[in-house]
């Protein structure tokens, strides 16, 4: 009798256990015990063609067309948040999903093994919508890392920025539980990631004195002792920018320091050589040659593919106010103005030809125009007082103006020396960097706040509020001469950075 109820104790025992793992594999499978900080969203989405609407709602989504259900997720898909957005730029948007699922694909297959992982894990499900059906177009394997939001759309959106003109930039955002972002691109068969940052170091005036290109021609013409200690500064960098003080020639004869510059193309030659990306040339002697030196630098630096903004050349007839640059998808906008020429007029038939800093009306548009097409906005001004450590009043006014604009980043060049810099914050909480003053590059000039200038460093990051500053710094450089030889080396003191 007792060995009789102990079988039925033992037997009730199992079946209870059978019964609770049941209920705990049912639960399991119901999604219960997914990651408690998981944000399961709510809501209906809308293609851009007003044919259907995805409605998510307890982890499912349903795809209506004409107020009927034509699809609905999959009962062992469990939807975190939604998108709809023409990801693979095919002019139709497709249903992006942040979902959680058991199973992931196989390591060496492109299909769907549930018995290589019985685990939740989280992915990223593509669907198309054709007519009448909803079909799979792509799914991730596990992500790697924990997602708490994706955002879809152009980057246009992200950046909060730029007019969407039809141009082929889609782009998914992932952020992460740190709060870190990941920017991804559809790529033929699935999502490739793409850099969030890009590398900015910008070099003041390069003031080609007589000693200078004297030393370089008797030594066969070779310049590339300006630059060799930096080399390795402008290949690390994702952009790198010179002011380029004088116009550059070919001709012996136009050679000449100050205080009328003429700078043998050699100089230029090295310039592209060193690995420079952007030379600025609105300069107060860019006029020096007059418009023969305009047009032999713009084309130069056009012909050995090294952007020269602020000059425009003889065939240039329209005005053309900024370039923009593309760095890992990033595109800067690169405006630059000179105070004035020296005293040179411009050529009634070549209005364009030095881009100067006295219009506010007509650069508060070039900047407006300047953002619509680009996510970062850099003005390069050649302003202030000659030798003067501090910032003068026509800095400062111009500088508020680049705020009010939205200008991201100013870096300014002709004072011959260091200056601060800050970030400033408007109303609305924009930021903008602002160097007064980089000072000297290369000069043979004998005050004493001239033979140190300064390397401009700072860095553009994406994040949930658009493209922003994330660092910068502004670096000593020492102008030393051994001889006639005139060197410059970074220097060793620490540098301002962004907290």
């Known amino acids: 009798m007792n060995v009789g109820r102990k079988l039925r104790k033992c037997l009730y025992g199992i079946m209870a ?9 049912m639960l399991w499978q119901g999604g219960v015990f997914l990651p408690g900080w998981i944000g399961w969203e709510n ?8 044919q259907y609407e995805a409605v998510l709602t307890h982890r499912r989504v349903q795809v209506r067309k004409d107020d009927q259900v034509i699809w609905t997720s999959p009962k062992g898909l469990k939807v975190q948040q939604a998108q709809v957005n023409d990801i693979d730029n095919d002019g139709q948007d497709e ?27 989280q992915h990223i499900a593509v669907y198309e919508c054709n007519g009448e059906k909803v079909k799979t177009k792509w799914m991730a394997s596990d992500i790697g890392f924990e997602v708490c939001e994706i955002r879809a759309g152009s980057r246009a959106a992200y950046a909060g920025r730029r007019e969407d003109k039809g141009a082929p930039d889609n782009r998914l955002l992932l952020t992460d539980r740190k709060g870190e972002l990941t920017c991804w691109f559809w790529d033929s068969w699935g999502f490739t990631r793409e850099a969030t940052s890009v590398s900015f170091v910008a070099f003041g005036d390069n003031l080609i004195h007589e000693p200078i290109y004297q030393y370089g021609l008797h030594n066969d013409g070779d310049f590339s002792f300006l630059y060799e200690n930096i080399e390795d500064i402008i290949a690390q960098s994702d952009i790198s920018v010179i002011n380029q003080e004088t116009p550059l020639t070919d001709d012996p004869a136009r050679y000449g320091g100050y205080p009328q510059f003429g700078t043998p193309v050699q100089v230029g030659e090295s310039i592209s050589d060193a690995g420079f990306d952007v030379v600025t040339c609105a300069t107060n002697h860019a006029l020096d040659q007059g418009m023969t030196g305009v047009d032999f630098t713009k084309r130069f630096f056009d012909d050995t593919g090294v952007i020269c903004v602020g000059i425009q050349g003889a065939g240039e007839i329209e005005y053309h106010p900024y370039d923009i640059i593309v760095r890992n998808g990033i595109r800067i906008a690169l405006l630059n103005y000179t105070y004035g020429t020296n005293g040179i007029q411009i050529p009634a038939q070549n209005s364009n030809a030095v881009h100067l800093l006295e219009d506010e009306e007509q650069i508060r548009t070039d900047i407006s125009m300047a953002k619509a097409e680009s996510d970062i906005v850099a003005v390069f001004v050649h302003w202030g007082t000659e030798y003067a450590e501090e910032p003068d009043t026509l800095q400062k006014k111009w500088t508020q103006i680049f705020l009010e604009c939205g200008v ?8 011959h020396a260091l200056q601060p810099c800050e970030l400033l914050r408007d109303d609305s909480g924009h930021e903008m960097l602002v160097y007064y003053s980089i000072g000297n590059y290369i000069s043979a000039q004998a005050e004493k706040s001239c033979v140190r200038g300064g390397m401009a460093e700072f860095t553009v990051v ?15 450089l020492v102008i030393t001469w051994q001889g006639k030889k005139c060197t410059v080396d970074p220097g060793s003191l620490p540098y301002i950075t962004k907290d």
């Open 462 to 476: 994406l994040t949930a509020e658009g493209y922003r500053i994330s660092e910068y710094g502004l670096r000593p």
């Open 17 to 25: 256990l059978v019964c609770t793992g049941a209920a705990l594999y």
């Open 43 to 50: 809501g209906t989405l809308q293609d851009t063609s007003g």
């Open 95 to 121: 249903l992006i999903l942040l979902c959680w699922r058991i199973g992931k694909y196989g390591r060496s297959r492109p299909f769907w093994v549930e018995r290589d992982e019985q685990r939740w894990s």
């Open 408 to 415: 991201d980043v100013t870096v300014g060049t002709h004072p």
